[in-house]
């Protein structure tokens, strides 16, 4: 029963382009989402999140879009850097509770 | 104050040993969070604190798994008669709860194996 979907494992982009990631859900109780990034040998570093009420939010080089009627939410990043590439993880938090769903993790690679 | 810290951030062990984790949040923080991650996964969620009060706990939990958090500050993870398929990084997680979005903070993790 995967809640939180990333179906794109990999992605790569040059330097200075757009990156877009990914990530659809099932649960219609998530009433925020996240995203993290994460370095090898490093725990997850939280990166931006949005409230269901909302359809975008923006912080810096990082904007989130959600889309609630196709339960899809996306994480755009421009310009990428080569420091940018890491995991990607999205994550959901069901209303009323402290659990976590995370997806599987997609790998962006920012080349030079 | 660092962050999040957990101790160790290796494990090998033998089938059938008991192992301990410990986590030390961020202080004030009074969420805190165990997740376990296999590869090419994302965290799986374990079990829940605030403060001392274990208050959500994930059916993978088995019973060879407690947690505890006996002050409301550090918390430790115990494993119980390891298994092959209990190798995984295990990373610990806190918040205070009053930012936006909820976010956590993570720790580096424990990667245990198990031989």
């Known amino acids: 029963d995967q809640q939180v979907k990333q179906n794109s494992p990999s992605l790569s982009v040059q330097e200075g382009r757009i990156s877009i990631l990914n990530c659809d859900y099932t649960?219609?109780?998530?009433?925020?989402f996240l995203w993290y990034k994460k370095y090898p040998a490093e725990g997850p570093t939280f990166l931006i999140s949005?409230?269901?009420?909302?359809d975008k939010n923006e912080d810096g080089r990082f904007t989130v879009f959600l889309n609630k009627s196709a339960k899809h939410l996306s994480l755009h990043i421009v310009p990428s850097q080569p420091g940018d590439s890491a995991v990607y993880f999205c994550?959901?938090?069901?209303?009323?509770?402290?659990?976590?769903?995370f997806g599987t993790g997609t790998r962006l690679k920012v080349l030079a | 104050d660092t962050g999040v810290s957990q101790d160790p951030r290796h494990k090998i062990t033998k089938r059938g040993q008991n192992v301990t984790f410990r986590c030390d949040p961020i202080?004030?923080?009074?969420?805190l969070y165990w997740y376990r991650q296999t590869l090419g996964q994302g965290p799986e969620f374990l079990t829940y604190?605030?403060?001392?009060?274990?208050?959500?706990k994930s059916r993978l939990l088995s019973d060879r798994f407690s947690a505890e958090r006996p002050k409301g500050s550090f918390s430790t993870l115990e494993i119980q008669r390891t298994e092959q398929g209990d190798s995984a990084m295990y990373l610990c997680?806190?918040?205070?709860?009053?930012?936006?979005?909820?976010?956590?903070?993570f720790g580096p993790g424990t990667r245990l194996t198990v031989l």
């Open positions: 949005i409230s269901s009420i909302k």
């Open positions: 997680a806190s918040s205070d709860g009053t930012s936006v979005g909820n976010e956590q903070f």
């Open positions: 649960n219609s109780m998530f009433d925020y």
């Open positions: 202080s004030e923080h009074n969420r």
């Open positions: 994550a959901g938090v069901e209303a009323g509770t402290y659990k976590y769903i």
């Open positions: 604190f605030q403060n001392e009060a274990q208050l959500e």
